[in-house]
């Protein structure tokens, strides 16, 4: 799967609510042409497939007077031929909407440092430095970082979501990119576990790791077998190693993403686990020098 995630810090001169509620609208209206555009792709595909059957069956026709043996294997080609034209034909069409959207705002206040656990103070620490190098949370009184993904099953989806942008009115999709400061990644999603349905309260915890490129695909592996153990050991909804493609964005090359409930105790605990379950350059490369940024899921 593929993600598009806009992040970005809004102007001093918007406030949050207005903000969030003029978004939620952006966000609605994509979520509306999305949906019709897969509507009419599911009645083209059911175009396709009855002229695809129709066809199959016009060819098949010759058989039905007189059938011999020798005919076996030409039936089966007509029929495989037919099958795979509209294949073929079908994997252009399907999934070209967005699967998932949400929107996240940053949480950057004193009380997440008020934990005791001193290896979350870290990552938590490393990760505000990450995010001011992006040159976001600068000054005393920084305004709300949020961030806003889309998810498609395809690079076709994100195609689409360009058109979709781009049909909105400039009213209506100004908010999309209103931040004084931001970035924008593509991204693949390489492992995942679990569930993104949505629940009353949500947290998504960012962790970005540090490594060298070339120690990617071990990383990558070792994540795979990490990822079964933590969900089937601790109370996360959904983990998710993302990728960014194309070197499109900045930072670091890989995110953990996980959603925790119940509450943000979760997040002490889920540290906790990887420094016990984790060595080597896994343990280094996530919770001794990566970065830590905590969301709250708007929705």
């Not at 994509?30 to 059957?53: G, I, M, N, P, Y």
């Not at 007189?66 to 069409?93: C, G, N, V, W």
Request: charged fraction near 20%; glycine fraction near 6%; include cysteine.
């Amino acid at each position: 799967m593929i993600t598009y995630s806009i992040t970005q810090q809004i102007k001093q001169s918007l406030v949050d609510n207005e903000y969030l509620n003029a978004l939620k609208e952006s966000f609605a209206l994509l979520r509306k042409a999305s949906d019709a555009l897969t509507d009419e792709a599911k009645k083209s595909q059911a175009e396709v497939l009855f002229k695809s059957s129709q066809v199959a069956r016009g060819s098949l026709n010759q058989f039905l007077s007189t059938p011999i043996k020798s005919d076996d294997e030409e039936i089966r080609r007509i029929i495989r031929d037919s099958m795979e034209r509209y294949a073929e034909l079908f994997s252009d069409m399907r999934n070209i909407g967005i699967l998932h959207s949400w929107q996240a705002q940053l949480i950057t206040g004193p009380l997440l440092l008020s934990n005791s656990d001193k290896n979350v103070k870290r990552l938590l620490n490393n990760g505000k430095k990450m995010l001011s190098e992006l040159s976001m949370l600068s000054g005393k009184l920084p305004s709300t970082v949020f961030e806003s993904v889309f998810v498609f099953t395809s690079t076709l989806g994100l195609a689409h979501l360009s058109g979709l942008i781009g049909s909105l009115h400039d009213g209506e999709s100004e908010y999309l990119n209103s931040g004084t400061t931001g970035k924008a990644s593509l991204s693949e999603i390489i492992h995942e576990v679990g569930s993104q349905s949505q629940l009353p309260k949500q947290w998504e915890v960012t962790l970005y790791p540090t490594l060298k490129p070339s120690t990617g695909e071990e990383f990558e592996r070792a994540c795979a077998d990490l990822f079964t153990q933590i969900a089937a050991e601790l109370n996360i909804q959904h983990i998710a190693l993302w990728k960014r493609l194309l070197g499109l964005g900045n930072g670091p090359l890989y995110s953990i993403r996980l959603t925790i409930i119940p509450d943000m105790q979760m997040l002490a605990e889920t540290i906790r686990w990887l420094v016990e379950k984790t060595d080597g350059e896994l343990r280094a490369s996530t919770v001794t020098n990566g970065g830590l940024v905590v969301k709250e899921i708007l929705w």
